[in-house]
């Protein structure tokens, strides 16, 4: 049995667990109206690629969960983005502590599929990068705040470790593992249904960390914009689009700036789905890497 295929089908099926578990307690725990659940739909955003509270490709200042100031709230989920050259599987949980403090988890596995070949690591060659994340909510409140026009303000890290450091190194790579550096402000406006967030990026990471961090161009920090859009449609449905810039460190793989254009469903507090279309331009030796972006979040 191919264990690469079996590890993250292992991985999905202990976080959904956990997310069912978290849901049960969830609901157990709002007859008494005590501890968690507080949270407007879909306003405590979904997983993002790194498993921080936001959108698909950026972070948000909000915390991640429906927990409010006196609550604690969490999530668990499972990301597919199939591009038409490459593929990722990515898989995490956060907890969000009282509105104020949130920890995440997540691993992805980058499949290189046939580029692999092409590169000569072989057919279906596989970045596995783990990423442990903090945000602190310093403040403002995105949800309660609506008669300011001051919006939540948090700060977060997000420390990545690549299982390839050989290969990393060899395409003009750094390091193996870095850590990235960011500041959020959310502003939600509920009288027009939109929402507006701004990122600010310290980061060395190629592709991610994909591709490992620092390069033959650049070594040092860089300041790299992110932004959302949302509109909610409903209280259950919101659309939107997010751009994410990237930098260029590796002489060897041109870095293109993302794109995606999104679609969020929240049928209840405990389940929300995201689709997407994402534009992630070059990766490597191919060009115009755009495809279907599909995540699956429980929680509460």
Not at 189 to 205: H, I, W
Not at 226 to 235: F, H, M, P, T
Request: neutral net charge.
């Amino acid at each position: 049995m191919d264990t690469h295929r079996t590890t993250p089908a292992i991985l999905l099926g202990a976080l959904l667990v956990s997310g069912c578990m978290m849901a049960t307690t969830a609901s157990a725990q709002d007859t008494s109206h005590t501890s968690t659940g507080g949270k407007l739909l879909l306003t405590g955003g979904v997983s993002q690629i790194e498993g921080a509270a936001g959108g698909g490709l950026t972070p948000w200042a909000v915390i991640g969960g429906y927990g409010t100031n006196d609550q604690i709230g969490g999530n668990a989920f499972y990301t597919r983005v199939q591009l038409p050259d490459y593929h990722l599987d990515d898989a995490g949980a956060m907890i969000g502590l009282y509105n104020r403090v949130e920890f995440s988890v997540a691993q992805q596995r980058f499949n290189t599929e046939k580029v692999g070949g092409l590169l000569g690591l072989g057919n279906g060659f596989t970045f596995k990068q783990t990423v442990v994340g903090v945000k602190v909510r310093l403040f403002g409140d995105a949800v309660l705040e609506q008669d300011s026009w001051v919006p939540q303000v948090s700060i977060g890290a997000q420390h990545k470790k690549n299982d390839q450091g050989a290969v990393v190194k060899f395409v003009g790579a750094k390091s193996d593992q870095g850590t990235d550096y960011y500041i959020s402000a959310t502003k939600l406006f509920l009288s027009q249904s939109l929402l507006a967030n701004a990122t600010v990026r310290f980061t060395k990471a190629n592709q991610i960390g994909i591709l490992g961090f620092g390069g033959d161009k650049h070594n040092g920090y860089q300041a790299e914009f992110e932004g959302s859009v949302a509109y909610l449609l409903s209280r259950k449905v919101a659309i939107g689009a997010e751009y994410r810039q990237k930098p260029n460190n590796l002489s060897i793989a041109k870095e293109d700036d993302w794109y995606d254009a999104f679609v969020a469903w929240a049928p209840t507090k405990h389940v929300s789905l995201t689709l997407a279309y994402a534009d992630l331009g070059n990766i490597v030796i191919k060009d115009k890497q755009r495809g279907v972006y599909a995540s699956f979040q429980v929680g509460f």
